[in-house]
Every structure is written in structure tokens, then in C-alpha cells.
Nanobody, 123 residues
Framework: QVQLVESEGGLVQAGDSLRLSCAAS????????MGWFRQAPGKEREFVAA???????YYADSVKGRFTISRDNAKNTVYLQMNSLKPEDTAVYYC?????????????????WGQGTQVTVSS
């Protein structure tokens, strides 16, 4: 059983930065594709970023150039550095993991999920 535990989000102002982390309790963390998704009120869960087992990164167009995903396999942790935050980034952010196959951009492809953490960006 894989458990994913996200760090606390927070309330920040537009233009601020925030880093989320997600610690995984798994023996072969380096073999997992790790992703971040977010869900705003009344909207579907959407892809934000993902990192493959080979450290290749992928981003949604809406966050490209502002967000950076990275992983530390020694710490079984994936990070999401969020810069130049905008009010439209306000959402519950979820960490997700999948073992087989490559990076995918739909929530249905990921098997394991964190509990979610609220990020609120005020204007």
C-alpha cells in the first residue's frame, strides 16, 4: 500500500511563491511516475505537473514557466515549487503516483493519491 502525505498549503498573495512537498511511503519510489493535480471548487480535477522515473518533467500550459516539479529519490519525496502565483491557482492540490507505464495527464491513470492540501491565492 502506497501512502502519500502532502505538506500544508497556505494562503498567499498574488505574485508570491509556495513549495509543496509529498512524501511517499514506498520501497521503490524511483520507479513511480509522480504527479500533481488540482481541483478548484465546481471544477474537475486537472493535471498540473508530472515527473517520470527518469526525471523528465511535464507541465500544464497554465503553469509552464511558473511551476517546477522535482523529485528526491533518496527522500522518497516529490516537490512542486510554485512561483508567481495567481488567484486562478487557488485549488486543492493533490499528489498522485502510478507505477506502470509512462507519464499520463489524466487523473484516472494514477492509482495512489494524497489527501490534498489547500492553496489559496488572494489578489
Amino acid at each position: 500500500q502506497v501512502q502519500l502525505v502532502e505538506s500544508e498549503g497556505g494562503l498567499v498573495q498574488a505574485g508570491d511563491s509556495l513549495r509543496l512537498s509529498c512524501a511517499a511511503s514506498v520501497r521503490t519510489f524511483s520507479s513511480y511516475v509522480m504527479g500533481w493535480f488540482r481541483q478548484a471548487p465546481g471544477k474537475e480535477r486537472e493535471f498540473v505537473a508530472a515527473v517520470s522515473w527518469s526525471d523528465k518533467t511535464y507541465y500544464a500550459d497554465s503553469v509552464k514557466g511558473r511551476f517546477t516539479i522535482s523529485r528526491d529519490n533518496a527522500k522518497n519525496t516529490v516537490y512542486l515549487q510554485m512561483n508567481s502565483l495567481k488567484p486562478e491557482d487557488t485549488a486543492v492540490y493533490y499528489c498522485a503516483a502510478k507505477l506502470f507505464g509512462g507519464v499520463e495527464f489524466t487523473a484516472e491513470a494514477y492509482v495512489y493519491w494524497g489527501q490534498g492540501t489547500q492553496v489559496t491565492v488572494s489578489s
